[in-house]
């Protein structure tokens, strides 16, 4: 997803552009996939592999 041809609603120019507060913030958060941050989709795919690790050290015989 990009936000090169979105227009901002509080000073129509190109959010890209970034000339307010709101074109940074959402361009900001349009573009947080991109960088090394982790999103929230992976933080439950590591929580869902780290329970299925526990369940399966917890009911490992021996
Ligand atoms: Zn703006």
């Known amino acids: 997803m990009s936000c090169e041809h ?18 940074r913030s959402a361009r900001s958060r349009l573009h947080r996939h991109d960088g090394v941050g982790f999103s929230p989709q992976l933080m439950l795919l590591v929580a869902v592999l780290l329970a299925v690790v ?3 050290l917890v009911h490992l015989p021996g």
């Open 6 to 23: 979105l227009v901002c609603a509080s000073c129509a120019a190109p959010v890209v552009e970034g000339r307010c507060l709101v074109c």
């Open 54 to 56: 526990a369940v399966a």
